[in-house]
């Protein structure tokens, strides 16, 4: 039997894949489909993407919700890719709200410290997912990743 990764949404917003031994942080980007499913494109070129066994696109499926510090959570359904219950939670900001659902603004900073801005929009609707990437550089060490 194939041993499931497992996910995790660092506190730069960056997903966090773990593979046996080793861990990944893919540069790519989220976004939402209009069945509310959590999308991560992979911007990384084949080969890398190969070597571990990782598709173009990664898809969560689960149930969102707000916590208490008003982050974005998926908590995971079980799937063959994916194990129940583990969290992936987003910081940043509610930007919108209306009766259908929210807008929420993340940040991300990529391996190139690059920051993003993207518009996670929940539930979509059909609505596109909006990114804004703007070129800030840093030096900034990211925290340490704690796996549940």
Same mark, same amino acid.
């Given at each position: 039997?194939?041993?499931?990764?497992?996910?995790?949404?660092?506190?730069?917003?960056?997903?966090? $894949?773990?593979?046996?031994?080793?861990?990944?942080?893919?540069?790519?980007?989220?976004?939402?489909?209009?069945?509310?499913?959590?999308?991560y494109w992979l911007?990384?070129?084949?080969?890398?993407?190969?070597?571990?066994?990782?598709?173009?696109? $990664?898809?969560?499926? @689960?149930?969102?919700?707000?916590?208490?510090?008003?982050?974005?959570?998926?908590?995971?359904?079980?799937?063959?890719?994916?194990?129940?219950?583990?969290?992936?939670?987003?910081?940043?900001e509610i930007i919108?709200?209306?009766?259908? @659902?929210?807008?929420?603004?993340?940040?991300?900073?990529?391996?190139?410290?690059?920051?993003?801005?993207?518009?996670?929009?929940?539930?979509?609707?059909?609505?596109?997912?909006?990114? $804004?990437?703007?070129?800030?550089?840093?030096?900034?060490?990211?925290?340490? $990743?704690?796996?549940?």
């Amino acid at each position: 039997m194939k041993a499931k990764n497992q996910y995790l949404v660092d506190a730069q917003n960056r997903l966090m $894949i773990k593979l046996r031994q080793k861990t990944l942080s893919p540069d790519g980007r989220f976004n939402i489909d209009k069945d509310n499913r959590l999308h991560y494109w992979l911007n990384a070129p084949a080969a890398w993407r190969r070597e571990y066994g990782l598709p173009g696109k $990664i898809r969560f499926r @689960g149930n969102w919700r707000l916590t208490a510090d008003h982050e974005l959570e998926l908590i995971l359904d079980k799937t063959a890719g994916q194990s129940a219950g583990e969290c992936l939670v987003f910081k940043g900001e509610i930007i919108a709200v209306d009766r259908d @659902g929210l807008a929420f603004e993340v940040k991300s900073r990529d391996a190139r410290g690059q920051s993003h801005f993207q518009i996670l929009n929940y539930p979509d609707g059909g609505r596109q997912t909006s990114t $804004i990437a703007s070129v800030l550089r840093s030096k900034e060490r990211p925290p340490r $990743i704690s796996w549940c």
